[in-house]
């Protein structure tokens, strides 16, 4: 199994939204309903944010949600902060009966 | 509370073994898979494999197949990562961390421990 496929990068300014996306193929993202996100502070460990998918565990902020479309997930956060300034990773249940993580995507606010 | 306490940061030279813990706490360990979890300097997350404390099924991550041993001891509610012949490359900070069950398959990692700093130099 490969690693799912993220941007390197993203930017927005605070107030907007931005969307972070991860591809995978039918053997993970797209074969299961159990995509998650993680986010990663510098030298903290890693916070889910949303799991199944489109859930978010309790005390996360509800501007962050997620999505999927095909072998394709996708993270949105809205109103962007100063403190949303982190690395975002995402993962899926895979065939292979573990889990694979994507390879990250450092979020900037401007 | 959960908790997952790791063993503390290793220095080792090439070609040593190296055998670092978690200990978990507060919830029923052996009905959880744990999971462990390496970041090298400055990259991303990779699960090097997950094991199941209540009857030690492991599961390895293609990559790590071979080259490390997840283990558990139920009784001292403990998880284990060991791996042999380290090179510098091995370099890294491992995290464990437990899996939550959804949709009746492994779907989430909810908690973490603090990690353990492995450093690997002659």
């Known amino acids: 199994q490969s690693a799912l496929t993220q941007p390197a990068s993203v930017s927005g300014s605070p107030g907007q939204s931005i969307t972070i996306s991860c591809t995978g193929t039918?053997?993970?993202?797209?074969?299961?309903?159990?995509v998650s996100w993680y986010q990663q502070h510098p030298g903290k460990t890693p916070k889910v944010m949303i799991y199944?998918?489109?859930k978010r565990p309790s005390g996360v902020s509800d501007r962050f949600s997620g999505s999927k479309s095909g072998n394709t997930a996708s993270l949105t956060i809205s109103g962007l902060q100063a403190e949303d300034e982190a690395h975002y990773y995402c993962?899926?249940?895979?065939?292979?009966?573990?889990?694979?993580f994507g390879g990250g995507t450092k979020l900037t606010v401007l | 509370e959960v908790q997952l306490e790791q063993s503390g940061a290793e220095v080792k030279k090439p070609g040593e073994s190296l055998k670092i813990s978690c200990k978990g706490s507060?919830?029923?360990?052996?009905?959880?898979?744990i999971g462990w979890v390496r970041q090298m300097p400055g990259k991303g997350l990779e699960l090097m494999g997950i094991?199941?404390?209540?009857?030690?099924?492991?599961r390895y991550s293609p990559s790590f197949q071979g080259q490390v041993t997840i283990s558990a001891d139920k009784s001292i509610t403990t998880a284990y990562l060991q791996m042999s012949s380290l090179k510098a490359s091995d370099t890294a900070m491992y995290y464990c961390a437990t899996i939550r069950i959804t949709r009746n398959l492994p779907g989430l990692f909810d908690y973490w421990g603090q990690g353990t700093l492995v450093t690997v130099s002659s």
């Open positions: 507060g919830y029923n360990f052996p009905n959880y898979w």
């Open positions: 039918s053997s993970d993202v797209g074969g299961y309903n159990l």
């Open positions: 993962c899926s249940y895979a065939t292979s009966r573990t889990l694979v």
């Open positions: 199944e998918g489109n």
């Open positions: 094991i199941y404390p209540g009857d030690s099924e492991t």
